[in-house]
T-cell receptor
Framework: SAVISQKPSRDICQRGTSLTIQCQVD?????MFWYRQQPGQSLTLIAT?????????ESGFVIDKFPISRPNLTFSTLTVSNLSPEDSSIYLC???????????FGQGTRLTVV | AQSVAQPEDQVNVAEGNPLTVKCTYS??????LFWYVQYPNRGLQFLLK??????LVKGSYGFEAEFNKSQTSFHLKKPSALVSDSALYFC?????????FGGGTRLMVKP
C-alpha cells in the first residue's frame, strides 16, 4: 500500500487567484493521477503525471488551467489557475503501485472559490 | 471506451440486513474491477478488486463482490449491514492506465 499526504485539506480562494495542491507519497511511484470531484458527482481524471515528462491531460482539461509538476518519484503538485466558482470541487491525487493493482488516494483538497 | 453504471443514487437498508450495491460495466477486453468507499471529508478507500480467478471476491470490512461476466456486473454485497457502513460507494473499471468511476451510490444504514 501507499500512504499519500495531500495539502491543503481545504481552502477558500478568491476569484482570479490560483491554488497549488501538493501530493507527497511515502514510496516511489511511476505515475501519479489527479482527479476532480465536483459537488455530488463522481471522480473525473484531470491528468496523469509521470516523472520527467509532461503530464497527459484528459479531454476538457488543459495545461494552462491545471499546470502540474512532477519533480521526482514521490511528489507532485496541481495548480488550479484563474479560479472561478465553477472550480469549486474536491481535488484528489492518486497513485498505483503496479499495473493491475488498486489505486490509493490522498484525503482530498476541498476548494471553494468565492 | 470503458464505462461504469451504478443505477441507484441511494440505497437504504436496516442495520443487520444484507445489502447490495449494484454496478454494471462496459469495457473492451478483460475487465479489472474495483470498489471504493468514501466517507465524509475523506479520500477514497479501496475495498476490493477483481482481476482474475474466483468470481466471488472478498474485501475489507466484511464486503464482498460477485463478478458476473455474462451480465457484465460486479455488485457489492455484505451479509449484515452496520450503521458505520453508511458512506458513498464507487465502482470502477480499469482499462490500460485509465480508471473510470461510476457515479457513486450513497448507502444509508438505519439503526
Amino acid at each position: 500500500s501507499a500512504v499519500i499526504s495531500q495539502k491543503p485539506s481545504r481552502d477558500i480562494c478568491q476569484r482570479g487567484t490560483s491554488l497549488t495542491i501538493q501530493c507527497q507519497v511515502d514510496s516511489q511511484v511511476t505515475m501519479m493521477f489527479w482527479y476532480r470531484q465536483q459537488p455530488g458527482q463522481s471522480l473525473t481524471l484531470i491528468a496523469t503525471a509521470n516523472q520527467g515528462s509532461e503530464a497527459t491531460y484528459e479531454s476538457g482539461f488543459v495545461i494552462d488551467k491545471f499546470p502540474i509538476s512532477r519533480p521526482n518519484l514521490t511528489f507532485s503538485t496541481l495548480t488550479v489557475s484563474n479560479l472561478s466558482p465553477e472550480d469549486s470541487s474536491i481535488y484528489l491525487c492518486s497513485v498505483e503501485s503496479g499495473r493491475n493493482t488498486e489505486a490509493f488516494f490522498g484525503q482530498g483538497t476541498r476548494l471553494t472559490v468565492v | 471506451a470503458q464505462s461504469v453504471a451504478q443505477p441507484e443514487d441511494q440505497v437504504n437498508v436496516a442495520e443487520g440486513n444484507p445489502l447490495t450495491v449494484k454496478c454494471t460495466y462496459s469495457v473492451s477486453g478483460n475487465p479489472y474491477l474495483f470498489w471504493y468507499v468514501q466517507y465524509p471529508n475523506r479520500g477514497l478507500q479501496f475495498l476490493l478488486k477483481y482481476i482474475t480467478g474466483d468470481n466471488l471476491v472478498k474485501g475489507s470490512y466484511g464486503f464482498e463482490a460477485e463478478f458476473n461476466k455474462s451480465q457484465t456486473s460486479f455488485h457489492l454485497k455484505k451479509p449484515s449491514a452496520l450503521v458505520s457502513d453508511s458512506a458513498l460507494y464507487f465502482c470502477a473499471v480499469k482499462a490500460g492506465n485509465m480508471l473510470t468511476f461510476g457515479g457513486g451510490t450513497r448507502l444509508m444504514v438505519k439503526p
